[in-house]
């Protein structure tokens, strides 16, 4: 069910509209565009409840296209004591024009607050233990690490975040794409480290069994990907949904095992033939990706900051939420 959205200016429009679980409706699914270099953070307004420190965000990088500003680092949330903020973890100027996409919405059956600790972390990997996925496969996570410093931790984390369920555990993982058995420390997932997580649902509906437009995994290959640059699956051809600013995607790299990856240690997935191993121990994305709207092609896209080619075979759980223009 979708609902009317209410219009603010924060440099560009930005567009507002009520969320509910388990449908593309959402609560301030905004567009925000910096309009000064403020070093690595970028302040969020606090109206609308958006500056609520009990919110759940989610982040994306939107251009307008490949060559628009953009910030090149891993982007984090934080909450200063009065507002959200956006920020790279690698300490890269936010530059001016760069445009986001924030999702903001109070913890509830499908959002929350995952926090690292000795118990659900091995080496870079953390385990989710929340109603919304665990034992749910098919459900499609967005994560974005929250700044969070201890005595030990000085609360950046320059890692691309990625997603994998675990078959065995019944569990989904938070792992850090750099992350490998040879040289664990390198990309070990730090204690105490907050996670804002998004966990949605994909429908089957009547018309389309197969695919849900709304949550689905997008998987690259030779058909879709040019260059740094992967197409999501082409929208109904009409105005509602191809006009851009209604539009919010939201992406995160996702690993999938084989089903006949039954066998695993710490380190490392044992199994037959044709599963994928324990996502720590192949080359993985590992780089910062955003999303832009192709007008040529009325097409959304992803795509990788630093320009590198997308590799063939990565997938990425997808989320799109829509706004009604009023």
């Known amino acids: 069910m979708l609902h009317n959205s209410v219009k603010i200016i924060v440099q560009r429009t930005a567009l507002l509209a009520t969320f509910a679980v388990f449908s593309t409706t959402l609560s301030q699914a905004d567009v925000f565009t910096s309009s000064r270099d403020t070093g690595n953070v970028f302040y969020l307004p606090t ?18 296209n490949p060559g628009s500003p953009h910030a090149t680092g891993v982007l984090g949330v934080w909450f200063t004591g009065s507002q959200w903020a956006i920020y790279t973890q690698n300490r ?22 995952h926090v690292t600790n000795e118990g659900n972390v091995a080496g870079g990997i953390t385990y989710l233990d929340h109603p919304s996925c665990n034992g749910h496969p098919g459900a499609t996570l967005q994560v974005i690490a929250e700044y969070s410093p201890t005595r030990g931790f000085s609360g950046y984390h320059a890692q691309n975040p990625g997603v994998f369920y675990d078959s065995a555990r019944r569990r989904w993982a ?21 996670f804002h997580v998004t966990a949605d649902s994909p429908r089957i509906e009547a018309v389309s069994s197969v695919w849900d437009p709304e949550h689905f995994v997008h998987t690259t290959d030779r ?13 109904p051809r009409d105005s509602y949904f191809t006009f851009p600013k209604n539009i919010h995607y939201f992406v995160t790299a996702r690993f999938s095992y084989d089903w006949l990856s039954i066998f695993y ?58 706004s009604v223009p009023g």
């Open 92 to 113: 890269t100027t936010i530059p001016t024009g760069a445009s986001f996409f924030v999702l903001a919405a109070r913890a509830d059956a499908n959002r929350f607050i």
């Open 174 to 194: 938070i792992f850090n794409q750099g992350y490998n058995s040879v040289t664990p420390g390198a990309a070990a997932m730090p204690l105490s480290l907050r």
């Open 223 to 235: 058909f879709n990907t040019v260059g740094n640059v992967t197409y999501l699956p082409a929208l």
């Open 47 to 64: 109206t609308n409840d958006l500056g609520r420190q009990d919110n759940v965000l989610q982040v994306m990088q939107f251009a307008n």
């Open 265 to 322: 240690d710490a380190n490392r997935i044992i199994c037959g033939f044709a599963c994928r191993p324990y996502p720590g121990n192949v080359p993985q994305l590992n780089r910062a990706v955003g999303v832009y709207f192709d007008i040529g092609r009325q097409q959304w896209a992803i795509y990788t900051f630093d320009g590198s080619p997308m590799p063939m075979s990565t997938s990425f759980s997808v989320s799109q939420y829509t």
